[in-house]
DNA sequence: ACGCTATTGATAATAGTTTATCAGTAGCGT
DNA sequence: ACGCTACTGATAAACTATTATCAATAGCGT
C-alpha cells in the first residue's frame, strides 16, 4: 500500500468495526455505504493487499468462500448460524485440550466449528422466525 | 440405481476399501484399476447416486473439495496431512465434549478437523521428507 | 441371443469465486 | 494548484468444481 485511499479504509474499517467474519458480499455492500462507488474488484484487491500486509487473515469454513477477519483477533473458533448463515467468533477456550489422534501421527493445530442457531435466531416462544427475515448474507 | 454396473461397483468398491475419505480424483484413479475407461462424468454421477441412496457421505474440509466416505462409519473427526495431503479419519471420541460458545446460542453440531503430519509423513531421523516423495493428493 | 433402455464416456456448459485488463480517477509530493 | 502514477471501477477472463448433453455401449429381463 502506498496511498491511503477512501476505498481502502472504508474496507478495512467495516471489516475492524463487524466483530465478526465478513464474505466479501457483505464487505462490499457495507463498504459502499462509505464509499458508494466502492467495486467488487476493489475488494478483492485489498483484501489481498490486507492479508499481505498482516493486517487480516482469511477465515476459511467447509464447503463456503473465505471471509476475512482481523490478524489480532489471534486463534479462535468459529460459530455458523444456520438460520443467518452470519458467522461468529468464540473465544472461549476448550477446556479439555487432549484432541485424540493415532499415536504415530503428529497434531499441529486444529479447526473447531460449530454450527446452531445465534443469539437473533434462536427460536422464541410466540413470534415467527426471527432468522427468516433476517437473513442477510 | 437400477443397474449394477462394473463401474459402480469399482466406485463403491474403491471407496469401501480405502478406509479414508477420497477425492473426486483418487476415486478415478484408483477406480481406473478396475475399469480403465472410468470417466470423471461417471465418478460424479455415480458419487451423486450412492449420497441419494445412503451408502456415501461428503466429507467437507475448509477451502477444499468434498471427499466421500462410507455413511456407516458413523460420526467422527478428520486429520489432514499437511504433507501428503491425505485426510483420515479419527474415531477416538473426545474427552471433553463440553463445547464453549455464548450463553444465548444454541450449538445443534459442531466439526473439529486435525491437522498435521500423518504416520507415513512424520520425519525420520536421518532420512529425507518421505512426504515430498509421497505426495499423490 | 435379442432388444430395450439405463448407463457410460467425452466434452461442452454451468456456476461461483477470484483475478486480469485498461482507461479514467484521485492521492500526495512538490 | 500541478502532475505523476498508484488506485479504482467496470467488465472480461480465468479457474476450479460440478453438471448437462448426447451418441454409443452394455446390463438384464425375456
Known amino acids: 500500500?502506498?496511498?491511503?485511499?477512501?476505498?481502502?479504509?472504508?474496507?478495512?474499517?467495516?471489516?475492524?468495526?463487524?466483530?465478526?467474519?465478513?464474505?466479501?458480499?457483505?464487505?462490499?455492500?457495507?463498504?459502499?455505504?462509505?464509499?458508494?462507488?466502492?467495486?467488487?474488484?476493489?475488494?478483492?484487491?485489498?483484501l489481498k493487499d490486507l492479508i499481505t500486509e498482516g493486517w487480516i487473515v482469511p477465515v476459511k469454513l467447509p464447503g463456503e468462500a473465505d471471509r476475512y477477519e482481523l490478524t489480532k483477533l489471534g486463534k479462535h473458533y468459529h460459530f455458523k448460524c444456520s438460520s443467518c448463515s452470519k458467522v461468529f467468533d468464540i473465544h472461549e477456550r476448550i477446556k479439555n485440550n487432549n484432541l485424540p489422534a493415532p499415536a504415530d501421527f503428529i497434531v499441529e493445530s486444529y479447526d473447531l466449528i460449530l454450527y446452531g442457531r445465534c443469539s437473533e435466531c434462536v427460536p422464541k416462544p410466540g413470534g415467527t422466525e426471527p432468522g427468516a427475515a433476517k437473513h442477510l448474507v
Open 1 to 46: 500500500m502506498e496511498r491511503n485511499t477512501r476505498q481502502r479504509n472504508a474496507i478495512l474499517g467495516v471489516i475492524t468495526e463487524a466483530g465478526r467474519p465478513l464474505s466479501t458480499q457483505e464487505i462490499l455492500v457495507e463498504g459502499q455505504a462509505a464509499v458508494p462507488s466502492l467495486s467488487i474488484a476493489t475488494v478483492y484487491r485489498t
